[in-house]
C-alpha cells in the first residue's frame, strides 16, 4: 500500500498567484499566509472547505490529487469499491448516467453503491438521538468543512455535534461489514474536505481514498474510457429515495422524513460559510432544542470545488430533483444500520497560534508602522482581506499577513515619492485648469519664472505667452514640444506640454537648456575663431613659400650670371698665352 502520509489537500500553485487577496477575502477562517506577495495555505489553520479555489480568478488555487491512490488500489488487485455521492446527477446527464456505473468497472471497480445508502441511516440516527434529548441545540455532522472549523475554530459548540458519523463514512463501513472487511472504498463526490476526513483516527482504514468528481473525469480521461462508448448498466446497489435530495440544503432534514417548510423554528437548514458562522455565533448555553443542518457551501453540495460541471447551480439543483423523481420507481427503504456503524466522535483541534497571544502593545506598533495609530486614520476598508485594521494588525504579528497589503497605506506612500519627485525634479513643472489658470506648480518652475504661491489661480498669461496653451484647448493638437525663449526671463525652455482630458487640465513640463544654448554659443565661436586663425595660417605659409621660391630664383639667376662671367673670364685666358 501507499503511505498514508500525504501532501496537504488545498495549496496554492504560486507561479499563477497574482497577489490579489481575493483568497484571504474569501477565507471564512483566513488560513491565507501572505509572504513576498504570494498567498500560501496554513495547513493547520485550513479546514479544506476549497472555498479559495472557487473564488482565485487565476486558478492558483487547487487540491490534492489521489487519482494515482485509486490507481493503486486496482492495480494491487483489491476488491474495490465505489461510494458514489448523491450529487452525482448534478455532474452528469441522463444518458451518462446510465452508463457511469460500466465506465466505473472500466476502471477496475468491482463494486458500485451509492452514498444515499449512508446518507438514509445517518438521517435516522441524527433525528432520534436530537429526540432523545430536547435540552439543547443539535448541529448534525454530515458536512467535514463544518467538523473542521468547530473543532478548530469553535471548539465551545463540540458538545453541540451530534456523534453521528458522516454518510460516506457510514456506507464504506455499512459495505466493508456487507462485503468483506478487506474490501477497499473509494468516495466519489464533490466535497474536497472529505480527503481531511481520512486523516481522522476512528475512519483509519474505513475509507481508502476519497476523489471528487473533477478527479474521476480526469481519471476517465487517463484510461481513455468515453461515456457515450460505455454500455448501459445499473448500480450495484438501488438508490434510498429522499436521500438523493442530501446535496441540497435541507437534505438531511427531509430524508428523515421531518416536515420542514422552512418555518419551523426547530429545524434550521443554513448553507455558505457567512450563513454558518453567523448562525454557530448565536449558539450557546440557554440555546432553545433544535435541530441544525449547516452546509459550508452555498446552494449545498452541488456547489463543492470539485463538481466539474458547466450547469449552473440552478440546473444543477434540477437534475437532483428530477433524478429523485425518475428513481422512486426503483428506489428502497433499508433496514436501520447498526448504531455503532454510525458512530463518530469530535474535540478540538490545533489551528496554530491564537490571536489571544498578540500582545496590545504589538498591535499598536503594527498599527502605527502603517500610519494607523489614530483609529481615525484605521479605514477598516477590508481591501486587505482582513475585515478591520486591527484585525489585519494581528495577523501580521502571528505571521499570517505583511504590513504592504494595506493598500491606503501604500497609496500614501507611493503620494509621498510623487510628491517627492515632483518637488525634487530640476525641471520645472506646471498645472493649469481648463480656462489656463494656474493650478500648480513646484518649486523649480518658480526658480525659472521668478514666481510664488502668490501667483496660484491666475492666468498663465502672467508669466507667458498662452498660445501654446490655447492649441491644447482647441484640441489642435494633444501634445506639444516646443522650444521658447523667455526673453524677460533670460530663459531657453524647452517645453513638453499635453493635455489630461479626464481632469480637464494641462501639464507642462519646463526643461532649461539656457546654459546649453550658451555653452554650445561658445562652442560655435571657438570652432569659428579656430578656422579663421588656420585660414590665417595657412594664408601666411603660402606667402613664406612664394617669398622663398623667389628668393631662391633670384639667387639662382645671380649664380648662373657669375659662372657664364668666370667661364668667359677663362675662355680669354686660352687665347692669349704668355
Not at 125 to 135: G, H
Not at 260 to 286: P, Y
Request: charged content about 25%; aromatic content about 6%.
Amino acid at each position: 500500500m501507499l503511505e498514508v502520509s500525504k501532501p496537504q489537500i488545498v495549496f496554492t500553485l504560486t507561479a499563477r498567484c497574482r497577489d490579489c487577496y481575493r483568497c484571504l477575502r474569501a477565507c471564512p477562517v483566513k488560513a491565507i499566509r501572505m509572504q513576498n506577495g504570494q498567498a500560501y495555505v496554513d495547513e493547520k489553520r485550513c479546514i479544506a472547505c476549497g472555498t479559495c479555489i472557487r473564488e482565485c480568478p487565476q486558478q492558483a488555487k487547487t487540491f490534492r490529487s489521489d487519482i494515482n491512490i485509486a490507481q493503486h488500489l486496482v492495480d494491487e488487485g483489491h476488491f474495490v469499491a465505489v461510494s458514489i455521492a448523491p450529487s452525482f446527477p448534478a455532474v452528469f446527464n441522463r444518458w451518462q448516467r446510465s452508463r457511469l456505473a460500466s465506465a466505473l468497472r472500466a476502471l477496475g471497480i468491482r463494486y458500485v453503491g451509492q452514498t444515499s445508502q449512508g446518507a438514509y441511516q445517518i438521517s435516522l440516527e441524527s433525528q432520534r438521538l436530537a429526540r432523545a434529548d430536547t435540552t439543547k441545540p443539535h448541529i448534525t455532522t454530515a458536512c467535514p468543512a463544518l467538523i473542521n472549523y468547530i473543532e478548530k475554530y469553535k471548539p465551545e459548540l463540540i458538545d453541540y455535534l451530534l456523534p453521528v458519523a458522516s454518510p460516506m463514512v457510514a456506507h464504506a463501513r455499512i459495505l466493508k461489514k456487507k462485503l468483506g472487511k478487506d474490501i477497499k472504498v473509494i468516495f466519489i463526490g464533490p466535497c474536497v474536505a472529505k480527503k481531511s476526513e481520512l486523516n481522522r483516527p476512528d475512519i483509519a482504514g474505513v475509507v481508502d481514498c476519497v476523489l471528487t468528481f473533477r478527479e474521476l473525469n480526469a481519471w476517465l480521461e487517463q484510461k481513455n474510457i468515453d461515456l457515450s462508448m460505455c454500455e448501459e448498466s445499473n448500480f450495484d446497489e438501488k438508490p434510498v429515495h429522499n436521500a438523493q435530495l442530501y446535496p441540497l440544503p435541507g437534505g438531511l432534514i427531509k430524508t428523515a422524513g421531518l416536515d420542514d417548510d422552512g418555518l419551523n423554528l426547530r429545524l434550521l437548514r443554513v448553507d455558505s460559510a457567512q450563513g454558518v458562522r453567523e448562525l454557530l455565533n448565536g449558539i450557546g448555553e440557554g440555546s432553545e432544542h433544535a435541530l441544525i443542518e449547516p452546509l459550508f457551501c452555498s446552494q449545498g453540495c452541488i456547489n463543492g470545488p470539485g463538481i466539474d460541471s458547466d450547469k449552473n447551480l440552478f440546473e444543477r439543483r434540477q437534475e437532483i430533483i428530477e433524478y429523485t423523481a425518475e428513481s422512486a420507481a426503483i428506489s428502497i427503504v433499508p433496514e436501520p444500520a447498526e448504531s455503532e456503524l454510525l458512530r463518530a466522535a469530535f474535540k478540538r483541534h490545533d489551528s496554530g497560534p491564537s490571536p489571544d497571544s498578540v500582545t496590545e502593545q504589538q498591535i499598536q506598533e503594527i498599527l502605527a508602522r502603517t500610519g494607523k495609530q489614530d483609529p481615525e486614520q484605521q479605514l477598516n476598508c477590508g481591501a486587505c482581506g482582513y475585515d478591520s485594521c486591527r484585525e489585519k494588525a494581528i495577523a501580521v504579528a502571528l505571521g499570517m499577513a505583511e504590513p504592504e497589503m494595506c493598500i491606503p497605506y501604500m497609496r500614501r506612500l507611493a503620494e509621498r515619492r510623487t510628491d517627492q519627485i515632483f518637488s525634487t525634479t530640476p525641471n520645472g513643472v506646471l498645472m493649469l485648469d481648463d480656462e489656463l489658470n494656474i493650478l500648480g506648480m513646484n518649486p523649480a518652475f518658480k526658480k525659472f519664472f521668478s514666481c510664488s504661491d502668490v501667483i496660484l489661480g491666475r492666468h498663465i498669461s502672467y508669466l507667458m505667452d498662452p498660445a501654446p496653451f490655447e492649441k491644447l484647448i482647441s484640441g489642435f493638437t494633444e501634445t506639444l514640444d516646443i522650444t521658447i525663449l523667455h526673453r524677460p526671463y533670460n530663459l531657453l525652455c524647452r517645453e513638453l506640454l499635453y493635455m489630461l482630458k479626464e481632469e480637464k487640465q494641462i501639464v507642462g513640463i519646463f526643461i532649461n537648456i539656457t546654459s546649453q544654448q550658451e555653452h554650445e554659443k561658445k562652442l560655435r565661436e571657438i570652432r569659428s575663431q579656430t578656422v579663421e586663425q588656420a585660414n590665417e595660417l595657412l594664408e601666411h605659409q603660402i606667402k613664406m613659400a612664394q617669398n622663398i621660391a623667389q628668393f631662391l630664383g633670384e639667387s639662382t639667376a645671380r649664380g648662373e650670371e657669375l659662372v657664364r662671367k668666370l667661364m668667359s673670364l677663362s675662355e680669354g685666358d686660352e687665347t692669349n698665352p704668355r
